[in-house]
């Protein structure tokens, strides 16, 4: 990591850019980039400015984890996973519930890709189940275990089929870090209160970013509180100190 002085604690501290140009998502990089550990560029971001925007953010010396979700058969998702290793992407997510072939497919993709252009492999995290369901959304797809089971089994599955790790709310990460070890990343969002300021928004369960990290967050995901903010880095500089304290 080029522009971390603390990689143990400030690195933890990814930026969503959910933005709606390119200009402001690398306007805000140049102002984080040296109080952060990486920016996550969402498909909003990307459709809008594709690959590109990616690769100057890489080029920068940002970490970048590319939030697309991918959900499809395996030998599309694979290329799909090659693809974003071409862009450069650090981090890269698939939904667990598209199975075990297609996270497999995703993994050897991921390493073969990276093996090729001689880069380190990325990190292949999964999406257990959207923070914007719940046990009645759930059982309308046909999931009949409750929403904390489903999860758990979904993140265990996650790791059987050889990925990273998770992204996972603030009310699962403990749950998730007992179920799949120490080695295994999480990644948590839905970070407010303390340094992260009080404006909720939408979000509805959340943690300060002390709290989620001390819950076994391996990275937190911040957005509005830092992007929102009058002044970005002094914001994104106050939650850094909240966690270089612990
Ligand atoms: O602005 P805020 O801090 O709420 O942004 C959180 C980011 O994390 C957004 O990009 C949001 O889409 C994403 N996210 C989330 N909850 C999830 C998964 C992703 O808030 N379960």
Redesign the pocket.
């Known amino acids: 990591m080029l522009f971390v002085a603390d990689e143990k604690n400030m690195d933890k501290l990814l930026v ?1 850019l ?1 933005v709606d140009s390119g200009a402001r998502a690398l306007e805000l990089a140049s102002q984080l980039r040296s109080v952060v550990g990486g920016f ?1 560029v ?1 498909s909003r971001l990307f459709t809008l400015e594709g690959p590109a925007l990616v690769r100057t953010l890489v080029d920068s010396g940002a970490r970048v984890f590319l939030d697309l979700k991918f959900h499809d058969i395996p030998n599309t998702v694979a290329q799909a996973v090659d693809s974003a290793v071409q862009s450069g992407a650090w981090m890269i997510n698939v939904h667990a519930s598209g199975g075990i072939p297609m996270m497999r497919a995703a993994a050897d993709a991921g390493r073969s890709a990276a093996a090729r252009l001689n880069r380190p492999a990325p990190l292949l995290i999964a999406v257990t189940v ?2 914007s369901m719940d046990d009645r959304t759930l059982s309308e797809v046909g999931v009949q275990r409750p929403l904390r089971e489903h999860v758990i089994a979904l993140a265990r599955m996650t790791q059987d089929a050889g990925l990273d790790g998770v ?1 996972a ?1 603030p009310q699962e990460t403990a749950a998730i870090r007992a179920a799949c070890g120490s080695g295994f990343v999480i990644v948590t ?3 407010r209160g303390a340094s992260a300021g009080t404006e909720r ?1 939408d ?1 509805a369960r959340t943690m300060g970013p002390a709290e989620a990290v001390d819950a076994g967050a391996s990275y937190i ?5 830092i992007i929102a903010a009058t002044d970005p880095r002094k914001a994104a500089e106050s939650i850094a100190a909240e966690l270089n304290q612990k």
């Open positions: 969503a959910d996550k969402g959207l923070t992204v709310s969002p839905g970070i928004n979000q995901v911040v957005g509005r509180p």
